[in-house]
């Protein structure tokens, strides 16, 4: 098809257009789901120092290589160890010391006898520590003791830039005593409409008129894949209103500008022609369906991709362009689409362009069974609603039976990884 690019090589054509924004510093408790941007090298031994990993006693391992049921050892019990506490005394042969989990192992001992392998099984709050114990089994050296840097140790590379901080990870950075984080700040995007025919929802109904569903759907999904959306409005179908538009983006400093509709051949189709006078047009229409009428370009030096207006078009369009745009911009490393092998519970038809396709996918036993939702027009909204995924027809491919495998897209999954 001549003046059609194909879904990868304009996908690759736009993504050189894009670079990772600036990096911030933040407190670590506002850092989940933000975008790491820098390495993380522990500078501590986690754990910082040898402990107890059971309520017990501290003893000597040899004093007790041969204790059992029938023939305990007997300790002295010299001190009592709770968390976030420092031994004050050494423990010599024939001592013991009452220790909880997480406690320091005190200087002279080198393993723990848990309680319940002793005489005092006693774990109600406020008991003191016997002044004697009764050891009912043996320990070797290292019994129940994590040492210092048995998860971590000082100078490790724990986590490369370009990943989402997920709560594990923010509590691995809490437990290196990061106070801050640098990452990525969130890409700003600028979502535009137009179209005379649209209202904003909370106006009366008018003839003629539609009510404008692609500029929450974009921004919601922009915030979905961490960006912060910028609402730019509905701009009629004149070049000078959407020129005003697309100003007022370049001037809020927005990282990406999104555009609906516009984009045809129709006679009111400006913002190709607007974008052409004031930036540059990098390529327009691609090889896919839907979402054929798909504009990349820059308005001054601003990146711009310009949607079509159907709202499954630019719901498509987004999925596949502004996506990885958005994730590279937010300065992750990896763009890659999480992708699931299904198996057709229908046979499908195409007219050759990449196409993607409203579908059920059903977990059944050992796969992915996928039918699609009703009606696939462009403009059919409610196919979408009742959707949990996007099939993935490659171009060239007209007809697939049931039973042939195909990629699909599930939704959810996508922002998992976001
Ligand atoms: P266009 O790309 O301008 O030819 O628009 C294609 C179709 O999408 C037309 O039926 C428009 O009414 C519709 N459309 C355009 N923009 C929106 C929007 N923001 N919300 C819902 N439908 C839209
Ligand atoms: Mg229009």
């Known amino acids: 098809m001549t003046g059609l690019l194909g879904v990868s090589e304009a996908l690759g054509r736009l993504l050189g257009e894009f670079s990772p924004v600036d990096k911030i510093s933040l407190p670590l408790g506002e850092t989940v789901g933000r975008v790491l941007a820098q390495e993380i090298i522990a500078v501590i031994d986690l754990p910082p120092f040898a402990n107890s990993s059971m309520d017990g006693f501290a003893v000597q391992s040899q ?28 423990i010599e042969p024939g001592q013991a010391a009452r220790i909880m989990t997480g406690a320091p192992i005190p200087s002279g001992a080198d393993a723990v006898v848990p309680v319940e392998e002793t005489s005092f099984n006693d774990r109600r709050p406020g008991q003191p520590a016997p002044a004697h114990i009764e050891i009912y089994h043996p320990a070797r050296p290292g019994d129940h003791v994590r040492p210092r840097g048995q998860d971590i140790r000082s100078g490790a590379l724990i986590l490369l830039p370009g990943i989402r901080l997920r709560p594990q990870d923010v509590a691995l950075l809490a437990m290196l005593g990061m106070a801050t984080v640098t990452v990525y700040r969130k890409p700003r995007v600028a979502v535009l409409s137009t179209g005379d025919e649209l209202l904003p929802v909370g106006i009366a109904p008018q003839p003629g008129k539609i ?71 990098n390529f327009w229409r691609v090889n896919m369906r839907p979402g054929k009428p798909l504009a990349f370009g820059a308005y001054r030096d601003v990146p711009l991709i310009g949607l ?86 490659p171009s060239e491919v007209k007809s697939l039976p049931s039973g042939a495998e195909v990629d699909a897209w599930l939704f959810g999954t996508a922002y998992h990884q976001f």
């Open 308 to 393: 079509p207006g159907n709202p499954v078009s630019a719901f498509v369009g987004f999925e596949v362009f502004v996506r990885p745009a958005l994730l590279k911009l937010a300065g992750l490393n990896n763009l890659i689409h999480p992708t699931q092998r299904v198996t057709l519970a229908e046979p499908v038809e195409t007219d050759g362009r990449e196409s993607y396709l409203r579908a059920v996918v059903e977990q059944h036993p050992g796969r992915l069974i996928a039918r699609l939702t009703g009606h696939q027009g462009s403009g059919n909204l409610l196919s979408l609603v009742q959707a949990n995924a996007l099939l993935i027809v």
């Open 63 to 90: 004093d007790i290589a041969r204790a059992g049921r029938d023939h305990p050892v007997v300790l002295q019990v010299i001190e009592d160890i709770p968390a976030g506490q420092i031994a004050s005394r050494q």
């Open 211 to 281: 009510y404008d569903s692609n500029a929450l759907a974009l921004g919601a999904l922009a915030a979905q894949y961490g960006a912060e959306p910028i609402s730019l409005g509905i701009a009629p179908d004149r070049a000078e209103a959407i020129e005003a538009c697309l100003e007022q983006a370049a001037d809020l400093q927005a990282d990406l500008i999104l555009s609906s509709a516009g984009v045809s051949v129709g006679a009111f189709d400006f913002v190709r022609t607007v974008v052409e006078r004031r930036g540059r047009l």
